[in-house]
């Protein structure tokens, strides 16, 4: 190791990156480490959130932590790591600034690497997929989503064409985990609330569709609460498909397993993840699912300076032997204050600590007030359920500032009617201006 300062990279500006980076700026002196954060952005999404700020229970803005509000000590670089060699303690790093000149993505030394890039989209070569396909794992695509679902009610009010204003009216969600059914659940109530806004729309006329390949839904929750949920959703007129599969959905037309077609403007996809693409890029050990093989104290197996958690790692699960902990928030946070704890161990000479920490439980929404909860053994179903959900989650969510405007905000919705509006211009901020550039290049005007 250099001398000086121990040149800490951390890989990733998730769960684990921003509590771990947070953790150490803590712990350690500046003249013991010196930490650089590398992420694609300058912020970490609180992903549990996601669905609320789809339906605009939340304002997206306090969705996301500032990784340099919070991490003032570390050197934050808005960039991802395209491969690693741990042999030569060497990240290579492309940055925006490599990205915008066309340039090679730079050497990075680090004396221990914390390498956490989370998860990317499991996306299955499904025809049509990648062509008409939405995804639901960042605050664009959330807020993407939703000025997406109003559009399709703008599309109806607006169309005389029956087989138009049906494809429009009919939402598909693939994958029936955490994201699928809180998602469809909160978008659709608030588009079965926007209906009143259009006087020739009806709720009963929108269709929710929810495929998932296996025999349940929200597997998390158990049993039990999985198949009361599936016939909550059921009674709110959503048609939940088990053991079936999106076969296509070329041209918008959507092909299930179970032999129905039909038309539908509206497919998201969240069917799983896959680990990021900078792990097979590295010299590090995988597991047979490309994850990062881990030891119970966070160390990458056979290493002294590489660490890992979260999505990216296979992370022996002490209280139940054999087993590996599940890749869920539940375990990053905790793992990532755990290896934190190790790491500022190993630069002071003492003993690391295998990481323990048993399952509390599991809480999901299914729209304004309902929901469902299976913690410490306890099952809790509708309001009390929901009401779980946004105190665990309002108890999680990072820094004391958000914790206020994430509680100022529900408690202003509660005061007051939803808000309904699409502002899909603003994914295309420059449209207004290019149409106006047009126009003064229209032939026989480019002359003053």
């Known amino acids: 190791m250099a001398h000086g300062p121990a040149r800490i990279l951390v890989v990733g500006g998730g769960y684990v990156g921003m509590y771990t980076a947070l953790r150490l700026q803590r712990t350690l002196r500046a003249e013991e480490a010196d930490i650089t954060v590398v992420s694609p952005d300058p912020y970490m999404t609180y992903q549990p959130f996601l669905p609320e700020a789809a339906a605009g229970s939340i304002s997206p803005r306090h969705v996301v932590v500032p990784l340099r509000r919070v991490l003032p000590r570390c050197t934050v670089t808005v960039g991802e790591a395209v491969s690693v060699s741990h042999a030569e303690h060497t990240a290579r790093i492309e940055t925006l600034a490599t990205r915008e000149a066309g340039e090679e993505a730079v050497p990075l030394e680090y004396d221990h690497l914390v390498l956490c890039p989370g998860s990317i989209s499991r996306v299955l070569p499904v025809p049509g997929l990648a062509e008409h396909g939405i995804g639901f794992k960042s605050v664009e695509e959330a807020i993407g989503l939703r000025n997406h679902v109003l559009e399709q009610l703008d599309i109806a009010s607006s169309t005389r064409d029956?087989?138009?204003?049906?494809?429009?009216?009919?939402?598909?969600?693939v994958g029936g985990g955490y994201a699928g059914v809180e998602a469809l659940a909160e978008l659709e109530d608030m588009a079965r609330y926007a209906?009143?806004?259009?006087?020739?729309?009806?709720?009963?006329?929108?269709?929710?569709i929810l495929v998932e390949a296996s025999d349940r839904i929200l597997p998390e929750v158990g049993p039990e609460l999985g198949v009361y949920t599936v016939r909550e959703l059921r009674r709110r007129n959503i048609d939940v498909r088990l053991e079936t599969r999106l076969d296509s959905c070329t041209d918008r037309v959507v092909t299930l397993s179970d032999g129905s077609k039909f038309r539908a403007r509206t497919i998201v996809w969240t069917a799983g993840v896959r680990p990021h693409p900078v792990l097979a890029a590295s010299d590090l050990p995988l597991d047979d699912r490309g994850r990062l093989t881990c030891t119970a104290a966070l160390r990458v197996e056979g290493t002294e300076d590489a660490w890992s958690a979260g999505d990216a790692a296979a992370v022996p699960d002490v209280t139940r032997p054999g087993e590996l902990c599940a890749p869920n928030a539940q375990h990053a946070v905790r793992q990532a204050k755990a290896l934190a704890a190790n790491l500022a161990a190993t630069l002071r000479g003492g003993a690391v600590k295998d990481y323990s920490h048993s399952y509390a439980g599991s809480v999901a929404s299914l729209g304004l007030h309902k929901g469902v909860a299976h913690v410490y053994g306890r099952k809790l179903k509708g309001y009390p359920a929901w009401l779980m959900h946004r105190a665990y989650h309002l108890s999680r969510v990072p820094t004391f500032n958000r914790k206020a405007r994430v509680l100022a905000e529900w408690t202003l919705a509660g005061l007051f009617k939803r808000e309904i509006v699409s502002l899909g211009s603003l994914e295309n901020p420059r449209a207004e201006f290019e149409l106006a550039t047009d126009t003064v290049r229209r032939p026989g005007r480019d002359e003053p």
């Open 162 to 173: 029956a087989a138009a204003r049906e494809a429009a009216l009919t939402f598909v969600f």
């Open 195 to 208: 209906c009143r806004y259009y006087h020739n729309v009806r709720p009963e006329e929108l269709k929710w």
